[in-house]
């Protein structure tokens, strides 16, 4: 099931990038940790407002975000 619906934008808060639940965690913020090789667990001890589904929510924008379509020029 998606967890797409927890991202959240306002233009009024983390200068309008995408965040989780509307909390001041950004989407960014998130991803930059996995990458940096923390776990699951790790992420929700350092935060505890977040929720499993919101790590899923995050990877699944990274993903949507990164498929565009490719153009072929003639």
Known sequence: MS???RITVDPG???GRP???GLRIRVRD????LAAGADRAEILADYPLLEEGDITAALEYAAR???HPVLHLA
Do not use: A, N, P
Request: charge should be negative; proline fraction near 0%.
């Open 3 to 5: 967890e797409i619906h």
């Open 65 to 67: 975000q990164c498929d």
């Open 19 to 21: 965040c989780l639940r």
């Open 13 to 15: 808060q983390c200068g």
């Open 30 to 33: 998130v991803l930059d940790l």
